[in-house]
């Protein structure tokens, strides 16, 4: 009679798709184990890719243990770079070009999320970037992300993007997505505080009186912000917003003025209260 095969002397599973997988949880496991690692979901990822990610970052943790830390001037070669009062103006988006080239070559890259002129850039990079440090660990495929608005930020910028990321997500009934931009306690106009997950709930359950909102329209007519003492970021935005709104009782023209309020204790503006047409505290 033949013996059936112990599973634990076989291979884990007939399918090489589902062996990866297997394989890819006992990496992160281990991991876990030796550095702390925490997982988030890899959405749509293959598990061929998976693996290969999980790979990379074992071998870059392996590596940093004994990785010394060195300037990013240094880690490019340290070339010979002009400064930027060096460079005729003209030339100047060229030089960033290149400049910006040569981090790529290393492994560097720079994030500018806004347009910023090229003889603020480059200065940044000459003389702010090039003496960041680093962790002198070369991987193929590995790159080390700067991003520009870390060490300089735009708040007025960062204020407006909150608030058309609010009026979005009002206007497409994706309230669920807001978390990460209300702040952890709403103070209301009579003293009363909402935690975050009230907050969003109350937005929802407003959102939820109208079948469908079309033609959104804003306009910021003015931004202002301050910081206290402690650390403490306050600011708001205000201006004019309109929108269709079509309920029950049928559809109507939602329009009027606006006022946001934010916080900031770092490192993002969160809302904490507003007045909005259409919404009823």
Request: hydrophobic residues 40%; charged residues 25%.
């Amino acid at each position: 009679m033949k013996q059936d095969k112990n599973p634990a002397e076989g291979s884990f599973n007939t399918d090489p798709q589902e062996n990866i997988r297997i394989e890819n949880d006992i990496l992160k496991l281990k991991m876990q184990a030796e550095y702390g690692a925490s997982f988030g979901s890899f959405g749509d990822l293959s598990p061929e890719a998976e693996r290969d990610f999980l790979q990379m970052v074992m071998a870059f943790e392996k590596m940093g243990k004994d990785a010394p830390a060195v300037s990013v001037y240094e880690f490019i070669g340290k070339p010979v770079i002009r400064k930027k009062d060096e460079i005729p103006e003209e030339e100047l988006p060229q030089a960033l070009l290149q400049l910006r080239e040569l981090l790529s070559e290393n492994g560097i890259c720079l994030e500018v999320f806004r347009e910023s002129d090229p003889g603020v850039l480059y200065h940044f990079i000459t003389d702010e970037l090039f003496q960041e440090q680093i962790q002198d660990i070369r991987i193929p495929g590995m790159v080390c992300v700067f991003n520009y608005e870390d060490f300089h930020p735009n708040h007025e910028m960062e204020l407006h993007d909150a608030t058309a990321e609010i009026f979005y997500s009002w206007e497409n009934n994706k309230l669920d997505s807001l978390s990460f931009v209300l702040a952890e306690f709403a103070v209301l106009a009579d003293g009363c505080m909402l935690s975050r997950d009230q907050f969003r709930d109350k937005m929802i359950e407003q959102r939820n009186r109208y079948e469908l909102i079309t033609g959104l329209e804003f306009k910021i007519g003015k931004t202002s912000f301050e910081w206290l003492e402690e650390g403490l970021g306050l600011g708001f935005t205000e201006g004019m917003i309109k929108y269709q709104a079509k309920s029950a009782e049928g559809e109507n023209t939602v329009e009027g003025s606006f006022k946001l309020y934010f916080c900031n204790q770092g490192p993002s503006w969160q809302l904490t209260f507003f007045y909005l047409p259409g919404f009823q505290w």
